[in-house]
């Protein structure tokens, strides 16, 4: 067995986990199992632990090393742990040289001794981003990610993660066009940008660049990018070139997934969220009159402390309020050292019972998306021989097509699940 990445949470997680691969594989890493955590609930920890375990039952080998966010904030739950052999904060995992030491250290003639055991620096020292161009990433996919920026300078009271990715860095807007010049004459169809509070890229940057600017110069330097998508971002934070190019440029997907939180005012004030209920409804009102046929996601979070069923209701609207597509759905998870673990709690049978009205009210919208569908003709992205997905991120289920080409696609109706129909003759 060669180095094998278990990754836990998000996409930029999954972006960094090739990254560690290049540079563990590089190192001359073998029989390793890398477990790429998350922190963002206490679940997602325990997950992490559970898969440890199990893993090391399965290969006893095999040596384990963890890393990623939960790694960061909880270095020495993981140290503690019999089953594994290194933990590596989240700056060490992007740097070949710590994966160049963690093979020293396995190799040594006595082991991997407890001062070893822990290479985690503090996050919050890090000012800089290297951009990781993968020449093996994903290779032959149609879709592949960008990361533009890490870090988050907001402290939500209920997030843990900025302790475990410290401030905003942005990789310079030259940097980030060169990346998806490349990626694109590499065949790649459709490039996501992303990061860990994607709208606050560039303050860190000379000349302070917003992320509208950046989209900007990627759609107008690589013209040959036939599909550019962003993922989740905080919408008091959208710039005004942001809205313009998601006006007047096709190439940039109608699919934005909304950071939102709660849709009740007091709650988002304890959450030390910057926006209100008004404006997650009006500027999603502003992006329909720009590209009436965007799709909307969201992140929500139930049982947030103090919040009153009257409270939640008002996060219940919001679904037909902003008309969301997709919905993330978070029972509130008491993450120690938030401001937020020292509010009332909600009972817990209170949070899973309104977590599970949220899934079903997403539930119920995506089916209404899916028959709104029907008729229509989308531009898919073939992902597989048996999946696309059109501009709106819809699924669609399709038999013998070339991944990567993007087919112009009549949707005929639905399985609940995946849009059907027929794909028309090649552009």
């Known amino acids: 067995m060669g180095v094998e990445i278990v990754t836990f949470g998000c996409r930029l997680n999954a972006f960094e986990s090739e990254v560690i691969r290049r ?26 632990r559970q898969s440890i375990r199990k893993l090391k039952r399965e290969r006893p080998a095999a040596r384990i090393v963890v890393t990623g966010c939960a790694a ?11 089953e594994v052999d290194r933990v590596l904060g989240n700056d060490e995992k992007m740097r070949g040289d710590a ?25 919050m020292a890090v000012t800089e981003m290297a951009p990781h161009l993968l020449d093996g990433f994903a290779r032959g996919l149609p879709r592949v990610f960008v990361q533009v920026q890490n870090g988050c300078d907001h402290r939500c009271t209920f997030c843990i993660i900025p302790y475990g ?3 905003s860095r942005s990789v310079p807007m030259g940097a980030v066009v060169d990346q998806v010049r490349t990626l694109v004459e590499r065949g790649h169809a459709e490039i996501v940008l992303t990061g860990v509070d994607l709208t606050s890229y560039g303050a860190d940057l000379p000349g302070a660049p917003k992320l509208g600017q950046l989209t900007r110069q990627i759609l107008r330097h690589v013209p040959e990018l036939k599909r550019l998508r962003i993922s989740s971002i905080d919408s008091i934070e959208a710039d005004r070139d942001l809205l313009d190019v998601i006006a007047d440029d096709i190439r940039l997907m109608p699919h934005l997934h909304l950071s ?5 005012d007091m709650i988002l004030k304890r959450m030390k969220r910057r926006h209100s209920r008004k404006h997650a409804i009006d500027f999603c009102a502003q992006l329909r ?9 969201a992140d929500i979070i139930a049982g947030f402390p103090t919040e009153t069923e009257e409270m939640f209701a008002r996060s219940l609207d ?5 008309d969301l597509t997709f919905l993330h759905v978070f029972p509130y998870s008491k993450r120690p050292g938030t401001p937020a673990a020292r509010m009332p709690q909600v009972e817990g049978g209170a949070i899973k019972e309104r977590a599970r ?18 008729g229509a003709v989308r531009e898919v992205l073939i992902e597989s021989d048996m999946q696309g997905r059109t501009e709106h991120f819809l699924p669609v289920a399709i038999s013998e097509e070339i991944p990567g080409t993007v087919r112009p696609f009549t949707v005929t109706g639905h399985d609940g699940a995946r849009l059907i129909g027929s794909v028309d003759a090649v552009r």
């Open 99 to 123: 994966w160049r030491e963690t093979r020293a250290a396995f190799d040594a003639p006595f082991g991997i001794g407890n001062s070893e055991k822990v290479a985690v620096a503090d996050i």
């Open 318 to 322: 919001l679904v037909a309020e902003c």
């Open 165 to 167: 990715r410290g401030n």
């Open 357 to 374: 009205r949220l899934r079903a009210a997403g539930e119920a919208a995506l089916q209404r998306r899916l028959v709104a569908e029907v």
């Open 289 to 297: 009159r720009l590209r009436p046929d965007i799709a909307f996601g």
């Open 260 to 264: 939102l939180q709660s849709g009740d």
């Open 72 to 82: 960061q904030t909880q270095a020495g739950m993981f140290a503690e742990m019999a």
């Open 23 to 48: 540079e563990a594989e590089q190192a001359g890493l073998t029989e390793t199992i890398v477990i790429n955590s998350c922190a963002v609930t206490n679940e997602a920890v325990a997950q992490a």
